[in-house]
């Protein structure tokens, strides 16, 4: 009704109605609008009255009217906007059922929650679990002798990062002398002082500074952490002899041994994961006397205070540790501070 109105306002002016008469006709539809959005149309038509009596000063009127027709327009476009976006009184009016029912005073006695957590709960908690940790070991830095091992750990978390525990390895059965060592041998005439492992146990501190996520296969959300463990314990070795074997038989001597390593764990759910450690022994090593037994008597050369190299040499086994995880319980809780 309202651009019905403006059309015929306009139809009017067009049709040669005085250009006074037109800007008391717009002046009278803006001063029409009501508080309810309405223009009064009986107050526009006794503005467009007064407009025809008062027809002097065409000129004068012709700058008028432009300028009422604009106000007009811009009251008139306010007035659309309001009807279009009348906010939540409208839609009350229209569907009460959606109107929104809030009764500020009951809102205002719920008990307010003044901690709010932005960060992600950790995806696998370790706290009072115990992690079973079977593995294969790999040797890494000697190229004589491979002392591959099947290996255990136990660890117990105290806390969310740091754990204590045992871990053992039985190398016996799989001590390999390389084909190296015999090729040098025959060939150059040479002997490398070598030795081979029995077992070894440690007891560990394992500390987790770091965890995370990753994408994988576009479709998967890998969590993992990584560690640092240290420890100590016992190594049980010997020397394998290459420069007397006929008198030379080597037991197996347990020595001490510290221990320290790296390890990347990676979850697939909650309770089991993939493990990749290296973990470097150190220990004081006890080699073959490479002295010339030539000239020994045989008496001498089956002296065992002969066989070992009275020097003791610093010596780091150095192991990459495959294997998998399991924490127990397999559950847990998550309990939030209060």
């Known amino acids: 009704m309202i651009k019905t109105r403006i059309g015929l306002l306009v139809a009017a002016a067009l049709c040669g109605l005085p250009a006074a008469a037109i800007a008391q006709v717009a002046a009278g539809a803006e001063g029409a609008v009501s508080a309810d959005g309405v223009i009064d149309a009986d107050g526009a038509v006794s503005a467009s009255a007064e407009a025809s009596a008062g ?21 008139l476009g306010d007035l659309e906007a309001g009807a279009e976006g009348g906010g939540l009184k409208q839609i009350c009016e229209i569907d009460p059922d959606a109107c929104p029912k ?10 307010l929650r003044a901690h709010m957590y932005a960060v992600q709960q950790i ?27 099947p290996g255990l750990a136990l660890n117990f978390y105290i806390i969310n990062v740091l754990a204590v525990g045992v871990n053992g390895n039985y190398y016996s059965p799989f001590n390999t002398d390389k084909a ?29 500074p770091a965890y ?25 070795t010997r020397p394998i002899p290459v420069f007397d074997p006929d008198f030379r038989n080597y037991t197996y ?17 909650r309770w089991f994961t993939a493990i990749l450690e290296v973990r470097d022994h150190i220990y004081q090593e006890r080699l073959e006397n490479q002295a010339d037994t ?12 002969n066989w070992f190299d009275p020097n003791k040499r610093l010596t780091n086994h150095v192991q990459l540790q495959a294997g998998v995880s399991i924490f127990l319980p397999f559950s847990f809780e998550y309990r939030l501070p209060k």
Do not use: C
């Open 102 to 111: 809030i009764v500020m005073a009951e809102e205002a006695k719920k008990p």
């Open 180 to 208: 190296f060592n015999a090729d040098v041998r025959r060939a150059a005439r040479v002997g490398v002082p070598i030795n081979e492992y029995d077992w070894s146990a440690a007891f560990n501190i394992t500390y987790v």
């Open 253 to 269: 001597e347990a020595k001490p041994a510290g221990n320290a390593g790296l390890g990347l764990r990676v979850f697939f759910n």
């Open 55 to 75: 027809a002097e000063g065409e000129g004068a009127g012709a700058d008028a009217a432009v300028e009422g027709a604009a106000e007009g327009e811009e009251a």
């Open 123 to 149: 995806y696998a908690l370790r706290r009072l679990r115990f992690e079973l940790n079977p593995y294969w070991a790999f040797t890494l830095n000697d190229q004589f002798v491979d002392h591959t091992a």
């Open 212 to 236: 995370g996520k990753f994408a994988g296969f576009q479709d998967f959300i890998f969590h993992w952490d990584a560690y640092v463990v240290l420890g100590g314990g016992l190594i049980s």
């Open 294 to 305: 030539a000239r020994l008597t045989d008496e001498q050369r089956a002296n065992k205070d």
